[in-house]
């Protein structure tokens, strides 16, 4: 690269230019950078780009080498697809008037060469969420397949009507085309009352859900009824209890439970997993005896203070997320944190020697370097963070935590059984 991308602005009319009297910067915390050509990829297939109203893009003048801001339009982020972490934030001036951002991750971006540029890296060579790998003609006919095959099941209707047809989810529409990782959401409420909660946001909140919370508690015979032959028939199969499109699962512990030892009587093939707050360690517990292979605990942070203010849980606290990775190792199963990466945040030095803790007393298989789908402002402000102090570089701390744990594997997805098992290099779906 012979210099850093040039900013990106848009008119407030979906149209995007770059300005080629500015070199984009990266943010991390609440301070704009600037970034090495390194951090720089081109925007992977299935990225988008926002324009983000009320705000002004953070440059550095080509000439002077001084930051200040674009004043020929918005601000411009990009949302990066699956299976990429981004590095940094879009960096921009908030105007006063400016509308909090929807629950999507602003990743910083810039033009060079003739296309998108933006600071992130692929940590996940799995292809399940690939937009290309997504043909809508084979979708549709799976999803009427399925809604033929199991017309009663209420669990079915709503993963196709709803979350395949509506809101286009990867694991839904992997489920209509019979392959790899299956979900299976059961829960109408949560115990926790996260501020950038997916499914549900307070009336008073400006911003919308992505998606509505299921409104009904499936059975364990509706679970069986299509999980079996998922798991017995599709490659590197998984079924996942804990979706975008419910509450906390581990409130349905006994529903999943009795789910989980009448799936085990038809197959052993495949993994069951949970994507879970882990509020509830004594659950885990139960589930681990009736049969589950992993767990994925989802955090924006290591640090107590920092969760608590995010996640405000009811009758749990930050020790019982922790139990519950343990409890998983202790049956010798697979657990994950799903881990919110929020640049200035998650790679400020307290949060490394937090995070190297949580390794160390959870013995955890896995970090999942998630991007953080919020309103930079908005999270920091509601967190009550006003200073993120220095930073190590998200990159720099994903090496020094490789470094320091080489057995703790990095990825986006939960892995299957095979790779688990096996190879895990090579043990998942590919081209
Ligand atoms: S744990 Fe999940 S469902 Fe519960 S409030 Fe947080 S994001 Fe929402």
Same mark, same amino acid.
């Given at each position: 690269m012979k210099h850093s991308p040039y900013l990106l602005y848009s008119d407030g009319k979906g149209n995007i230019f770059e300005d080629d009297t500015l070199y984009a910067t990266g943010r991390a915390g609440w301070d704009a950078y600037p970034v090495e050509p390194d951090d720089w990829i081109p925007l992977p297939d299935g990225g988008s780009m926002y324009e983000l109203p009320g705000r002004r893009g953070i440059g550095i003048?080509?000439?002077?080498g001084e930051m200040r801001l674009c004043e020929k339009g918005w601000a411009v982020a990009a949302f990066i697809p699956p299976a990429h972490t981004g590095l940094f934030i879009a960096a921009y001036e908030t105007g006063p008037d400016a509308p909090t951002l929807p629950l999507f991750c602003y990743t910083a971006a810039g033009w060079y060469n003739n296309q998108f540029y933006v600071t992130?890296?692929?940590?996940?060579?799995?292809?399940? /969420?690939? =937009?290309? #790998?997504?043909d809508d003609t084979k979708i549709k006919s799976g999803t009427a397949t399925l809604l033929e095959a199991y017309p009663h099941n209420r669990l079915v209707k709503h993963l196709m009507?709803?979350?395949?047809?509506?809101?286009?989810?990867p694991a839904a529409r992997n489920f209509a085309l019979a392959r790899w990782e299956c979900p299976v959401p059961s829960s109408p409420a949560c115990n926790a009352n996260c501020i950038g909660c997916i499914s549900f946001q307070p009336q008073e909140e400006s911003i919308p859900s992505t998606q509505d919370r299921l409104t009904f508690k499936p059975t364990a015979e509706e679970i069986v009824e299509f999980t079996v032959p998922h798991l017995q028939t599709a490659p590197y199969p998984i079924v996942s209890f804990? /979706?975008? =499109?419910? #509450?906390?699962p581990l409130l349905m512990w006994e529903t999943i439970r009795e789910a989980i030892i009448e799936i085990r009587k038809h197959t052993a093939r495949g993994s069951i997993n949970i994507n879970t707050n882990g509020s509830k360690p004594d659950a885990v517990k139960a589930l681990c005896e009736a049969g589950l292979n992993s767990i994925r605990v989802s955090t924006n942070s290591a640090r107590r203070p920092i969760y608590e203010a995010y996640y405000r849980p009811n009758n749990y606290t930050f020790d019982d997320i922790v139990e519950s990775l343990k409890v998983m190792r202790h049956y010798g199963g697979w657990s994950s944190i799903n881990y919110f990466v929020f640049p200035g945040m998650t790679d400020s030095e307290d949060e490394y020697e937090a995070l190297r803790t949580l390794i160390k007393e959870t013995k955890l298989s896995m970090i999942q370097w998630r991007n953080f789908n919020i309103d930079p402002d908005w999270y920091l402000g509601r967190i009550g963070v006003t200073e993120t102090g220095d930073c190590l570089g998200v990159k720099q701390l994903q090496d020094l935590i490789h470094e320091e744990f080489p057995d703790v594997k990095y990825g986006y997805f939960n892995p299957p059984m095979e790779r688990i098992k096996g190879n895990y290099e090579t043990d998942f779906a590919h081209y």
């Open positions: 003048d080509v000439k002077t992130a890296v692929r940590i996940e060579q799995d292809i399940r /969420q690939e =937009c290309a #790998g997504y009507e709803n979350c395949c047809l509506t809101y286009s989810c804990g /979706q975008g =499109c419910e #509450g906390e």
